[in-house]
């Protein structure tokens, strides 16, 4: 089982390197995460030069694929060709979004009769293309997820290593990350969101 996790040029280092640390938590139950860029080399909003271990046509084979967030997204969605190469299928993929990472799903058609969840500066973006923006940190319906938030990037982890491993293995992912004293109420604070999300799967 393998997750894509987008990450573009001015990416956003919280929402990327969250989601798929916790995701590749699982690789010894067969989950594993792929920072996937446009180009061999994407340099983060703070500078940090990544490189990445798949290329972006690795969307295609990808058992679920997270859109990240980034500085640039406006300008990923400008790019008709750099959208061509995205051809997501919710009929067969997870998808899901992180903050901007949304508007980037709202451009390919993917929100449509959904609300989505954004960060602050995305939203007015977000809703020009017609999508309610929740005032909410994640919420999924079916195959699709978005969160909005840097740190509501564990939301969008706990969503895919739930639906793909069940949610023992989410509690186990997010328990042992959680701050020492706080383990219980994290855990339960992060599936509590994730059941919400579940409960609209068709």
């Given amino acids: 089982m393998q997750v894509a996790v987008v990450t573009f040029d001015g ?19 067969g989950l594993e995460a792929f920072i996937t860029t446009p180009a061999p080399v994407v340099t983060s909003m703070s500078g940090v030069e990544v490189t990445g271990q798949r ?6 084979e990808a058992d679920v ?4 967030s ?3 997204a406006r300008d990923v969605v400008a790019d008709e060709r750099l959208l061509s190469r995205l051809p997501l299928d919710p009929s067969r993929q997870l998808i899901g979004s992180q903050c901007s990472g949304a508007l980037v799903l709202a451009r390919l058609g993917l929100l449509e009769g959904m609300p989505a969840c954004t960060d602050m500066k995305t939203r007015p973006f977000v809703e020009a293309c017609d999508v309610t923006v929740l005032d909410a940190p994640f919420h999924a319906e079916g195959d699709i997820a978005t969160a909005g938030g840097c740190l509501a ?6 969503w895919v ?4 491993l069940g949610e023992d293995a989410a509690r186990d992912v997010i328990g042992y990350v959680a701050p020492v004293g706080e383990n219980e109420e994290t855990v339960e604070r992060a599936l509590s969101v994730v059941r919400a999300g579940r409960a609209a799967v068709r």
């Fill in 11 to 29: 990416f956003n280092e919280l929402d990327s390197f969250i989601a798929s640390a916790l995701i590749n938590r699982c690789r010894k139950d």
């Fill in 55 to 60: 290329p972006l046509e690795f969307v295609t």
């Fill in 65 to 68: 694929v997270l859109i990240g």
């Fill in 70 to 72: 980034g500085v640039k």
């Fill in 153 to 158: 990037s564990q939301y969008l982890a706990a």
């Fill in 161 to 164: 290593i739930t639906r793909m």
